[in-house]
């Protein structure tokens, strides 16, 4: 009597996901942190989430490929998320940039950046194409094979999006072992990985879940910087793996927090709790505070997974 025996195969690689922040101070100049600004990284492409001032500079001292980036997001008009995007766009006309570069902003900001391009850009040697939204309405703003871009409706005083950059599910992986022992033909291969059960010529059916691994589980990532507490979203975000969320001021500022549409921490880890997420970072800081320790401890006290963002920290997603 043969007996086969196989083994499991188990696929630990997971793609590149992460994110590296490049800013996370608020609008009151600060010598210790740059305006808001980061970089999301999913399988290798670059993402640009909101560019205030200085955003260059972090750029070069995370070592981060200026010409890898090839679409910028901005949530809103306010100038500590937006003043550095016209310079960032001349430096790439500086550095030779011929691909284009997406834009992708509140509809209303093409009547600003329109004419400042025609002034001071207007040779550039690549396209600047703007996708205009509607920050108060949740859409699908970018997709590709492996991820999607949404917006999501924030509250602030002007009209105002996060972004939620979610992988699409890929195929399970084909166990060979068992797909060589039924004899499964290689053309049926990709339907099997998508789900499919394979039928063998006597009439036997073989389970899609024999003869395959289940695909890593999609990640997810939340950028939900200047809002104050905001329960609407909470659906929006729900189970992201990681948010990023405005946290400008301890509870003892609340007052403040309401008068501005901003979060405490308080606030944050609150909605962190509420959307059932795997991680919170903590930004968007008033200058007020030399330490920043503080917000985390408030933050921690309600959603121990809190970290506190700096610049040119990056946070890989699992």
Same mark, same amino acid.
């Given at each position: ?31 210790? &942190?740059?305006?808001? $600004? ?37 949530? &809103? ?12 766009? $001349? ?64 509250? &602030? ?16 992986? +084909? ?84 008068? &501005? ?11 962190? +709790? ?38 040119? +920290? ?5």
């Amino acid at each position: 009597m043969l007996f086969f025996i196989f083994l499991p195969i188990f696929v630990c690689r997971m793609e590149k996901f992460s994110v590296t922040i490049l800013g996370c101070g608020s609008a009151t100049p600060s010598p210790k &942190h740059y305006t808001s $600004s980061q970089v999301v990284n999913v399988r290798d492409k670059l993402f640009m989430v909101d560019c205030g001032e200085g955003t260059q500079i972090q750029l070069r001292r995370s070592k981060v490929a200026f010409a890898r980036i090839n679409h910028i997001f901005i949530s &809103h008009l306010h100038g500590d998320h937006c003043f550095g995007l016209l310079g960032m766009i $001349s430096s790439f006309a500086l550095l030779g940039r011929t691909a284009p570069l997406f834009i992708h902003a509140p509809k209303e900001m093409w009547s600003i950046l329109g004419p400042e391009l025609d002034f001071y850009c207007r040779d550039l040697e690549f396209q600047v194409e703007f996708q205009g939204f509607d920050p108060d309405t949740a859409s699908i703003i970018y997709d590709d094979r492996s991820l999607t871009v949404s917006t999501i409706p924030l509250r &602030h005083r002007i009209p105002c999006a996060g972004f939620l950059f979610k992988e699409k599910k890929t195929p399970d992986h +084909l166990d060979r072992q068992w797909a060589d022992f039924y004899q499964v033909p290689m053309w049926d291969y990709n339907r099997i990985r998508n789900g499919g059960d394979f039928t063998m010529p006597d009439g036997t059916v073989i389970p899609h879940s024999r003869l395959t691994t289940p695909s890593p589980a999609p990640r997810s990532y939340a950028y939900c910087c200047d809002t104050a507490y905001n329960p609407a979203m909470i659906p929006l975000i729900s189970g992201a793996d990681v948010i990023y969320h405005d946290c400008t001021y301890a509870i003892g500022e609340a007052q403040n927090a309401a008068k &501005h549409f901003h979060s405490t921490a308080s606030d944050a880890a609150n909605t962190a +709790l509420e959307a059932g997420v795997g991680k919170l970072i903590l930004g968007h800081f008033s200058a007020r505070y030399n330490d920043e320790g503080i917000l985390l401890d408030e933050a921690r006290q309600i959603f121990p997974n809190s970290v506190l963002a700096k610049e040119n +920290l990056e946070i890989d997603i699992h």
